[in-house]
């Protein structure tokens, strides 16, 4: 399947013009009534996908305001069901649910009864262990079909999922789990990674150990002999019954908890963020539909449609990838090192997915692309991409240049493989967050395109680039804000009594009557922002001290935590430079006890402290001694100020020295700020 097809987000306009009488001039026009109308707006969306409910909803939302929204009362949904609701249509057409694919090469279909009977297997299995509605299911699992039939599971009996990836280190995935006290562990005994496998056996020991409130571990095992589980995955899955045949998933209230996810801040332990089972459903059904242009894969407009969006299921993009299902779109997923290993590179191994799998829309982080540029790959190796018709691109901002070697070799491949999507090749930029496991800002396939930009605000997304005096500005970069509710928004952090957490992490910044209109509080989301006068868009980076390395954030407290336990350590500071498009640049600075040496061996011994307690994917690019950090009269370091002098900042517009507590050591920064834009620079 290629485009020209009629696009997603025609077909429902054209809806609203036939069930509604609405018609709008522009896109523009069309978003502004999605936020001005919020109620009409997304009732349109739930009638538009065909959303059911065995007892009607009394209101669409009850209360516009932020936090604390309720929307679809009385509506009863399962993320599940709606998944499950195309298997029979879409196996009559002869169509997958899940293509998957490693560094082996070597393709695996689930089809759509087979992910049914299996996630119902696994559901019966978990009811029988006492498994409830409310209870946590924790996972640490890879990409693979299993994680997905084990998500379905968890959510069928309104039980609350939540993953970490395997290459992370125990302590990153203790102080996660931890928080949220599951009562089953799903755990794999290795994983492979740039062709090696990597033991994990002693990891889920451990997980066992420092998770007392787990009563039941399920291992899927790649080894003959395994640890000592509970059960084993593949055995579970592997059961028929009339009882499995017959298993539904429960109808669960609209904001029913789904999953927890992982947002991490400058203090404290990472976020546990719980979102609700219709939200979820609601918001990713518009945003891969009308922005994504990814259609049901068995509906004639779009026949064959498949979704690839590499990821780790660390990832927010991860559960937009399980998201295709919803749609009854056959998802494509790969597991495993996008790049190769690191003694061979090879950045054309995800292309040969694509070309294997027959993806029709393909998605990654912004560095990956920048990495196959700056390799200079051979698209053409890669196999037959003839029917590839869309890139998408998150994580952090993609670069002009990035965009436009793409464009130029499609366009090349375009003249040979007759693509005529290709010659002029769609891209569905988008920008959102773990926060709200969704996208602010995106794609529309009708809207022009800039490389380097982002086409245009989503529907139903408020958003704002706001001014320091917190007003709404065009062509400034400001702070990204979004000014009214969305459905897939926090319900709650977990454990975060009165939200306290919650308020803090978002409302801070705007809170209620902040500006003297009478206004209530205003969404901050941690991004700058520029909103050209055409309605598109550009990110340049994290206005917080969030490390953002390759769409994966991470608190900076997580990091100090593992560097600061070393005894040669007595403290330190990071930053990420991650910047419109440029390489993520982490300079890392530590002050070391009197008597030892910055050399090699204290270097690898600080990676190995990052490696072990949290990932290498948070190793920095380079690590520096310092006299001192930075630090206010009240003892807090300064991530944000030296952020911005590396950005440029003039150090008197970003830095109070009558509010340090140790304002001399700041010579030493700003002789390293001056020196690092002088090489950047050049």
């Known amino acids: 399947m290629t485009a020209p097809f009629v696009p997603q987000i025609a077909l429902y306009r054209n809806w609203l013009a036939a069930q509604r009488g609405l018609s709008f001039g522009s896109y523009e026009e069309m978003r502004q009534w999605s936020v001005r109308d919020l109620d009409g707006f997304w009732r349109s969306i739930w009638d538009y996908y065909d959303l059911r409910s065995p007892t009607p909803f009394a209101a669409v939302i009850t209360e516009r305001k932020m936090p604390g929204a309720v929307w679809f009362p009385g509506a009863q949904v399962n993320y599940a069901r709606q ?7 879409a196996d009559a057409a002869g169509l997958p649910a899940i293509v998957s694919g490693g560094e082996d090469g070597r393709l695996r279909e689930t089809s759509w009864p087979e992910l049914r009977r299996k996630a119902a297997a696994l559901a019966l299995h978990l009811k029988d ?3 409830r509605p409310g209870d946590r299911v924790a996972a640490y699992l890879p990409n693979i079909p299993e994680t997905i039939i084990a998500f379905l599971a968890t959510a069928s009996i309104g039980a609350v999922w939540s993953v970490c990836a395997p290459d992370m280190a125990a302590p990153a995935v203790i102080d996660r789990f931890k928080q949220i006290e599951p009562k089953v562990l799903i755990a794999c005994d ?21 998770l007392p409130t787990v009563e039941h571990v399920i291992l899927h095992s790649e080894a003959d002999a395994a640890a000592a589980p509970d059960a084993l995955l593949s055995e579970i899955v592997a059961r028929t019954s009339a009882a499995i045949d017959a298993f539904e998933p429960a109808w669960l209230p609209f904001d029913h908890p789904l999953w927890i996810v992982y947002s991490s801040g400058t203090t404290g332990l990472p976020k546990p963020i719980v979102h609700g089972h219709g939200g979820i459903v609601i918001v990713v059904l518009a945003l891969l539909g009308l922005h994504n242009d990814i259609g049901c894969s068995y509906q004639q407009n779009s026949f064959g449609e498949r979704y690839h969006w590499y990821s780790s299921t660390g990832w927010i993009m991860w559960n937009s990838q399980v998201g295709g299902l919803l749609s009854g779109t056959t998802c494509c997923i790969f597991d495993g090192s996008p790049g190769g290993t690191k003694d061979k590179p090879d950045w054309t191994t995800l292309w ?12 990654a982080g912004a560095a990956f692309f920048a990495n196959c540029a700056k390799a200079e790959i051979d698209l053409a190796a890669a196999g037959d991409l003839s029917r590839l018709r869309c890139l998408g691109s998150t994580g952090s901002p993609l670069s002009a240049d990035t965009q436009a070697w793409f464009n130029d070799r499609f366009a090349a491949l375009s003249k040979t493989n007759g693509s005529k999507a290709q010659a002029d090749l769609w891209w569905a930029n988008i920008s ?35 001014s320091e005096q917190g007003r709404a500005v065009t062509g400034e970069v400001g702070e990204l804000v979004c000014t009214e509710p969305m459905p897939s928004m926090p319900l709650y952090f977990w454990n975060d009594e009165n939200d306290v957490r919650y308020r803090s992490s978002y409302f801070e910044t705007y809170p209620d009557n902040f500006d003297g209109s009478g206004r209530g509080p205003v969404w901050r989301h941690g991004d700058w922002l520029k909103v050209d006068p055409d309605g598109s868009c550009i990110i340049y980076g994290r206005s917080d001290a969030t490390i953002n390395r390759h769409g994966l954030r991470m608190g900076t407290s997580e990091l100090y935590s593992a560097i600061e336990a070393l005894p040669e350590v007595l403290d330190s500071l990071v930053v990420d430079l991650e910047y419109l498009g440029r390489d993520s640049y982490m300079p890392l600075f530590v002050v070391l006890r009197d008597g ?25 690019n380079e690590i520096f001694a310092v006299a001192e950090i930075p630090r206010t009269l009240s003892g807090k370091k300064q991530e944000l100020p030296i952020k911005k002098l590396l950005l440029g900042h003039p150090v008197e517009k970003v830095i109070n020295k009558e509010a340090m507590a140790n304002p001399a050591c700041l010579d030493w920064y700003l002789a390293f700020a001056r020196d690092y834009l002088a090489r950047n620079a050049a």
């Open 190 to 210: 290795a994983v492979t990674y740039a062709g090696r496998q990597h033991d994990r056996r002693d990891i889920v020991a451990e997980l066992r150990r420092s």
């Open 352 to 363: 040969r997915f694509v070309a294997q799998s027959k993806a029709t829309f393909f998605g």
């Open 83 to 89: 998944v499950f609701r195309h298997v029979e249509a």
């Open 596 to 620: 030892v040496a910055f050399d090699d061996a204290i270097r690898a011994k600080i990676n190995k402290a990052i490696e072990a307690g949290l990932s290498r994917r948070f190793l920095p």
């Open 129 to 131: 262990n006492g498994i």
């Open 432 to 466: 959102g967050g773990t926060d709200f496991a969704g996208a602010f800002i995106g794609g529309n396939r009708e809207l022009p395109q800039t490389p380097g930009a982002m086409q245009c605000r989503l529907l139903g997304a408020a958003v704002e680039a706001f």
